[in-house]
């Protein structure tokens, strides 16, 4: 099992970046998928989830509006793009994976989880 995030970096406010999750190992479309963030001293948050079909989303209320949560069953992959970005959204972001209907705020919720991935945005 992997989940493999990509597309980090470094933007200056008001910016955008995308960042995707490849899935390997395990049924994808059988398992609901979210966004965690955890910013330095912070716990780690829920910013986004998708359900398995991709019909429902939730968004935290900070990022609703600027953050798009997506998938794509047929090539197991997740994206989240995040739009108009703030340095209040600096944190390290993990892509992660859930067997169970709806969606976790908890991380013991979840069942799989990708390395961390940073974004920071500065300015």
């Known amino acids: 099992v992997q989940l493999q995030a990509s597309g980090g970096g470094s933007v200056q406010t008001g910016g955008s970046l995308r960042l995707s999750c490849a899935a390997s190992?395990?049924?994808?479309?059988?398992?609901?998928m979210s966004w965690f963030r955890q910013a330095p001293g912070k716990e780690q948050d829920l910013v986004a989830f998708?359900?398995?079909?991709?019909?429902?989303?939730y968004y935290t209320d900070s990022v609703k509006g600027r953050f798009t949560i997506s998938r794509d069953n047929a090539e197991n992959t997740m994206t989240l793009q995040m739009n108009s970005l703030k340095p209040e959204d600096t944190a390290v972001y993990y892509c992660?994976?859930?067997?169970?209907?709806?969606?976790?705020?908890?991380?013991?919720?979840?069942?799989?989880w990708g390395q961390g991935i940073q974004v920071t945005v500065w300015g």
């Open positions: 190992g395990f049924a994808f479309n059988s398992y609901g």
């Open positions: 992660a994976a859930r067997g169970r209907t709806g969606w976790a705020n908890r991380r013991y919720e979840y069942d799989y």
């Open positions: 998708i359900s398995r079909s991709g019909g429902s989303t």
